[in-house]
Nanobody, 123 residues
Framework: QVQLVESGGGLVQAGGSLRLSCAAS????????MGWFRQAPGQEREFVAT????????AYADSVKGRFTISRDNFENTFYLQMNSLKPEDTAVYYC????????????????WGQGTQVTVSS
Protein backbone atom coordinates (compact mmCIF):
# COMPACT_ATOMS: atom_id res chain seq x y z
CA GLN A 1 0.00 0.00 0.00
CA VAL A 2 1.05 3.55 -0.72
CA GLN A 3 -0.45 6.40 1.27
CA LEU A 4 -0.74 9.84 -0.30
CA VAL A 5 -1.67 12.99 1.58
CA GLU A 6 -2.23 16.27 -0.25
CA SER A 7 -2.10 19.73 1.26
CA GLY A 8 -1.86 23.34 0.16
CA GLY A 9 -5.22 23.99 -1.46
CA GLY A 10 -7.26 27.09 -0.76
CA LEU A 11 -8.91 30.19 -2.15
CA VAL A 12 -6.89 32.55 -4.33
CA GLN A 13 -7.66 35.41 -6.69
CA ALA A 14 -7.11 35.06 -10.41
CA GLY A 15 -3.48 35.65 -11.25
CA GLY A 16 -2.33 34.36 -7.89
CA SER A 17 -0.28 31.31 -6.95
CA LEU A 18 -0.59 28.21 -4.82
CA ARG A 19 1.71 25.29 -4.12
CA LEU A 20 0.23 21.87 -3.55
CA SER A 21 2.16 19.16 -1.72
CA CYS A 22 1.77 15.39 -1.81
CA ALA A 23 3.50 13.31 0.85
CA ALA A 24 3.97 9.66 -0.11
CA SER A 25 4.57 6.89 2.41
CA UNK A 26 4.33 3.12 2.67
CA UNK A 27 5.48 0.78 -0.09
CA UNK A 28 6.80 3.56 -2.31
CA UNK A 29 9.46 1.27 -3.81
CA UNK A 30 6.74 0.02 -6.17
CA UNK A 31 6.08 3.52 -7.49
CA UNK A 32 7.70 4.70 -10.74
CA UNK A 33 5.85 7.97 -11.26
CA MET A 34 3.49 10.44 -9.63
CA GLY A 35 0.74 12.49 -11.15
CA TRP A 36 -1.59 15.37 -10.40
CA PHE A 37 -5.17 15.28 -11.62
CA ARG A 38 -8.12 17.56 -11.01
CA GLN A 39 -11.88 17.29 -11.11
CA ALA A 40 -14.35 20.14 -11.24
CA PRO A 41 -18.04 19.65 -10.33
CA GLY A 42 -19.90 17.83 -13.06
CA GLN A 43 -16.75 17.20 -15.07
CA GLU A 44 -14.51 14.21 -15.62
CA ARG A 45 -11.18 13.80 -13.87
CA GLU A 46 -8.54 15.67 -15.87
CA PHE A 47 -4.79 15.12 -16.15
CA VAL A 48 -2.65 18.03 -14.95
CA ALA A 49 0.97 16.90 -14.68
CA THR A 50 3.16 13.88 -14.11
CA UNK A 51 6.73 13.25 -12.96
CA UNK A 52 8.97 10.21 -12.77
CA UNK A 53 9.99 9.05 -9.32
CA UNK A 54 13.53 10.26 -9.96
CA UNK A 55 12.21 13.65 -10.98
CA UNK A 56 13.95 13.77 -14.34
CA UNK A 57 10.95 13.26 -16.59
CA UNK A 58 7.88 15.50 -16.53
CA ALA A 59 4.81 16.15 -18.68
CA TYR A 60 1.95 18.63 -18.53
CA ALA A 61 -1.52 19.15 -19.87
CA ASP A 62 -1.64 21.86 -22.51
CA SER A 63 -4.02 23.87 -20.34
CA VAL A 64 -1.42 24.32 -17.59
CA LYS A 65 1.85 24.25 -19.54
CA GLY A 66 3.96 27.29 -18.72
CA ARG A 67 1.93 28.08 -15.59
CA PHE A 68 2.28 24.93 -13.44
CA THR A 69 5.44 23.12 -12.40
CA ILE A 70 5.63 19.63 -10.94
CA SER A 71 8.66 18.72 -8.83
CA ARG A 72 9.87 16.51 -6.02
CA ASP A 73 11.91 16.89 -2.89
CA ASN A 74 15.12 14.94 -3.35
CA PHE A 75 15.35 14.04 0.33
CA GLU A 76 11.73 13.33 1.14
CA ASN A 77 9.04 11.42 -0.70
CA THR A 78 7.16 14.64 -1.26
CA PHE A 79 5.93 15.97 -4.58
CA TYR A 80 4.78 19.46 -5.41
CA LEU A 81 2.62 21.28 -7.89
CA GLN A 82 3.49 24.95 -8.12
CA MET A 83 0.59 26.78 -9.71
CA ASN A 84 1.11 30.31 -11.01
CA SER A 85 -1.11 32.69 -12.97
CA LEU A 86 -4.16 30.85 -11.74
CA LYS A 87 -7.42 31.21 -13.63
CA PRO A 88 -11.01 30.63 -12.50
CA GLU A 89 -11.13 27.59 -14.77
CA ASP A 90 -8.40 26.00 -12.62
CA THR A 91 -10.96 25.66 -9.83
CA ALA A 92 -11.27 21.97 -8.93
CA VAL A 93 -10.39 19.30 -6.41
CA TYR A 94 -6.77 18.35 -7.05
CA TYR A 95 -5.60 14.79 -6.48
CA CYS A 96 -2.12 13.31 -6.42
CA UNK A 97 -1.70 9.74 -7.53
CA UNK A 98 0.98 7.06 -7.78
CA UNK A 99 1.61 4.60 -10.59
CA UNK A 100 3.87 1.55 -10.92
CA UNK A 101 4.31 2.45 -14.59
CA UNK A 102 6.12 5.22 -16.42
CA UNK A 103 4.76 8.81 -16.19
CA UNK A 104 1.32 8.85 -17.74
CA UNK A 105 -1.62 11.17 -18.41
CA UNK A 106 -4.11 8.29 -18.11
CA UNK A 107 -5.82 8.22 -14.73
CA UNK A 108 -6.53 4.48 -14.97
CA UNK A 109 -2.80 3.70 -14.84
CA UNK A 110 -2.62 5.11 -11.31
CA UNK A 111 -3.45 2.72 -8.51
CA UNK A 112 -3.09 4.92 -5.42
CA TRP A 113 -4.84 8.23 -4.85
CA GLY A 114 -4.86 10.90 -2.21
CA GLN A 115 -8.02 12.34 -0.67
CA GLY A 116 -7.88 15.52 -2.73
CA THR A 117 -7.48 19.19 -1.89
CA GLN A 118 -9.79 21.97 -3.03
CA VAL A 119 -8.44 24.83 -5.12
CA THR A 120 -10.77 27.74 -5.75
CA VAL A 121 -9.77 30.65 -7.98
CA SER A 122 -11.99 33.72 -7.81
CA SER A 123 -12.32 36.16 -10.69
Amino acid sequence: QVQLVESGGGLVQAGGSLRLSCAASGRTFSTRAMGWFRQAPGQEREFVATISWSGDNTAYADSVKGRFTISRDNFENTFYLQMNSLKPEDTAVYYCAATPYRPSSSWYEYNYWGQGTQVTVSS
